[in-house]
């Protein structure tokens, strides 16, 4: 496993603890569900003495959202990182749950169960939230309005700073294929300050489109199994991964961004997929029907011929102009979706 990920290997989702993980997000019966007004001034709504670490928290280990957000900004304004009249709806941080599954979205959280994100922390601050906030795992620097990795082939790469803790977070997503009357399942693991934010449902939205616009080609849909498909900016991997599940036969990962092309072959491995890392700069990875590139998309399309591919898929962060990668892309696939 590579440093991308090691640094919490304990805490990555596998199939091997999958049920565990799911499990864990589920308040039980005794959760007592409490709300605190978003729009008033913390310091009038409750008692900044009674925020401790076991303040609310039900016997199974959980705690209210609320009350853990009233928490961290009690910290924060301690700090004088949030003002003394800070409200949860406008001065809280960012946080993101380190396991994502869409139907147990809890409102309850549990030890080691997010991962904050603000442009102010400190080393301080973060030290502090770690210690004293069990449900914090991992505490990070940086503007969450900007977006992690590279926008395109004229930018640099854009990383957070991990301030304490450890910031690898988990979405288990349903892609809506079957499977011995099952859904399948991709699990997908990034470490927050490498890559770029993006919540599982997004995620997992992307997909149900990608399964749609499938279902709707008869001939992808049916031939599925004789196609070639390119993931032209695949990041972590969740788009590509489903095209392997799907049934294609032949699928290339592509990412300008080494971080997101690094984390994309550990979900290749947790996801059950093998593959053999070569010593080319550009073709990183080679499995039994897929190839893992690092390069521009602009660059490595003219690598290929003509409709060498049936389908493109192209999933580009917001406000990226897509133009000359949808141009690169009419030319050597057949049909081009833009997600």
Excluded at 2 to 20: A, G
Excluded at 210 to 229: M, P, R, T
Excluded at 295 to 319: A, G, P
Aim: a neutral charge; aromatic letters at 10%.
């Amino acid at each position: 496993m590579n440093s991308n990920l090691s640094c919490c290997r304990e805490k990555i989702v596998s199939y091997d603890n999958l049920d565990k993980k799911i499990s864990r997000l589920k308040p039980c019966e005794k959760c007592e569900d409490i709300s605190i007004k978003k729009f008033t001034p913390l310091k009038d709504e409750i008692d900044f003495n009674l925020l401790h670490n076991d303040y609310k928290r039900c016997e199974c280990g959980k705690r209210p959202l609320d009350i853990v957000m009233a928490h961290i900004l009690r910290i924060m304004i301690e700090e004088n990182i949030a003002p003394t009249d800070a409200t949860l709806r406008k001065d809280t941080p960012t946080f993101l749950p380190t396991v994502f599954y869409s139907p147990n979205n809890s409102q309850f959280m549990s030890y080691d169960s997010i991962i904050l994100i603000h442009s102010d922390f400190d080393e301080k601050i973060a030290k502090r939230l770690f210690k004293e906030i069990g449900e914090v795992r991992g505490v990070l620097k940086g503007d969450p309005e900007e977006t992690v990795g590279i926008l395109d082939k004229n930018h640099d790469a854009k990383v957070y700073t991990l301030l304490y803790g450890c910031d690898i977070r988990s979405d288990i997503l349903n892609t809506f294929i079957k499977h011995d009357n099952s859904l399948e399942k991709i699990i997908i693991n990034k470490k927050q300050s490498k890559n770029n934010i993006e919540v599982g449902s997004t995620t997992e939205a992307k997909l149900f489109k990608l399964y749609k616009y499938l279902k709707n080609n008869k001939n992808l849909k049916d031939n599925a199994f004789n196609l070639k498909v390119i993931d032209a900016t695949c990041g972590v991997g969740a788009i590509g991964i489903f095209l392997l599940k799907y049934g294609f036969s032949e699928v290339i990962f592509n990412d300008i961004y080494c971080g997101a092309i690094k984390t994309c072959l550990e979900n290749l491995k947790t996801n059950g997929f093998k593959f053999e890392k070569t010593q080319d700069v550009e073709k990183i990875a080679i499995g039994d029907n897929f190839k893992v590139y690092n390069s521009s998309f602009e660059d490595l399309s003219d690598k290929f011929e003509e409709d060498y591919f049936d389908l493109c898929v192209i999933d580009c962060f917001t406000n990226v102009d897509s133009s000359e990668l949808e141009k690169k892309a009419n030319k050597i696939a057949k049909n081009v979706l833009l997600i």
